[in-house]
């Protein structure tokens, strides 16, 4: 299918499609808001777009960007209408029905990008991921960490670290990270590296809140803002 993208009327049937999954009256989906005129418009690149299953975040964004990257779309990542469209278009793989057949879309800034608040941005379901493999082009392999889980549930590393513009804009950063939770054998974050123990992503943040008064992150490699780590993150460096 070309690629097109959903006007005000057409995020709105979105809006109302995704608060009636959670009510007792859900709606089907209904496919023709896609194409619809009066739902949707032409983005005037002809871009073809495939329904596919995406193992992870990161497939998901590497497929986008190869999409829209050499596109004569522009600024592709504030287009509210194109990243509703393609949550749309993907909607059975971000959103699968549970055991009972019940869907749970989450917050709306899944769907919808908040172009205007960069902590919400990344929420988005496609373009949080796009927008990190953007950044990281040169070497999406250093962000890992935060690609590696399933579109659904990117979970709590990627909302501390990609909600933070000096974080994620980081190489160093986004690497230091990988290298200490992404774990190359299960293709998985490692044991421990969620939540709010010692050694986790949201101590690791808060220590590089603290280093950044002091230290200029951005003039550092990642192997030299690992090694000014306490020992609580010892468990991950040994790895």
């Known amino acids: 299918m070309l690629i097109r993208r959903l006007n005000e009327a057409g995020i709105r049937r979105l809006e109302e499609f ?19 005129p009066v739902t949707s418009e032409d983005t005037g690149a002809s871009i073809e777009i495939e329904t596919k299953k995406f193992a992870n975040r ?9 999409k829209l990257s050499d596109s004569s779309l522009v ?30 879309p989450g917050d709306i800034a899944r769907w919808i990008p ?8 990344y929420r988005h379901l496609l373009a949080g991921p796009y927008r990190i493999y953007r950044m990281h082009h040169d070497n999406p392999s250093r962000a890992m960490i935060l690609m590696c889980q399933p579109i659904p549930k990117p979970g709590d590393i990627v909302e ?24 190359d054998k ?7 590296a969620s939540g709010k123990g010692p050694g986790s992503a949201r101590r690791l943040v808060d220590l590089l809140n603290q280093f950044d008064v002091t230290w200029d992150m951005y003039s550092m490699s990642s192997s030299e803002l690992i090694s000014m780590l306490p020992d609580e993150f010892s468990k991950f460096i040994s790895y």
């Open 58 to 66: 990161f497939e998901a964004a590497e497929y986008l960007h190869s």
């Open 160 to 183: 501390q670290i990609s909600a933070r513009q000096e974080m994620i804009t980081n190489k160093a950063v986004v690497e230091a990270a990988t290298k200490l939770y992404f774990d």
């Open 186 to 192: 299960t293709k998985r974050p490692r044991t421990g």
């Open 114 to 121: 908040d172009t205007g608040n960069f902590r919400k941005y």
């Open 18 to 36: 995704l608060n009636s999954l959670t009510s007792e009256t859900p709606f089907s989906y209904a496919p023709d808001v896609l194409t619809d």
């Open 75 to 104: 600024d592709i990542e504030n287009d509210r209408g194109l990243w509703a469209w393609l949550a749309m278009f993907y909607f059975n793989e971000l959103c699968p029905p549970d055991r009972d057949g019940n869907r749970k």
